[in-house]
């Protein structure tokens, strides 16, 4: 970790360090989402292409304002955040992205599936951040809130479970 700069806060510099680090490290994987929801918005094929291609968007911009809101929160304790390719190409959680079109049920497959690694990893994060600053921690939670719904009401354009 970089020295933190000195912030007005009563906030240990092991708070503050702890917080960061989880914060930064699922930084990635936010970044990661929008570039996939983008990716499957572009290239979706199907009879419910409008509807899909639209609630990819809808997600894209929670999901994009969830990575300012990380990234800012950062940098407010005193932190940089951490957003360049290299760095959120070595996030590992999510699967291949399948090459070239896309039918619908691919489509809502692969990007419920990436929700889920988003949640899975949020909500680990969510336990340490919760520890040390509340404040990081209800940030975290309303991420993991909004991207859990996104999940829901995605996997329901599914034909069948
Ligand atoms: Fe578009």
Sequence with gaps: MTTLRTVPFNLSDDVREQTIGNLQSWLPSLIGLTLRLKQAHWNLRGVRFKSV???LDEILADARDAVDDVAERIVTLG???????STVSSYAGFGPF???L???ETAIDTICSDLAAVVRDGRRHIGSIG???PVSEDLAIGIVGAVEKHHWMLHSQREAD
């Design 98 to 100: 399948p090459a070239g």
């Design 79 to 85: 932190g940089a955040a951490d957003g360049v390719p």
């Design 102 to 104: 896309l039918s619908v």
């Design 53 to 55: 291609h639209e609630q």
């Design 131 to 133: 520890e040390v600053d």
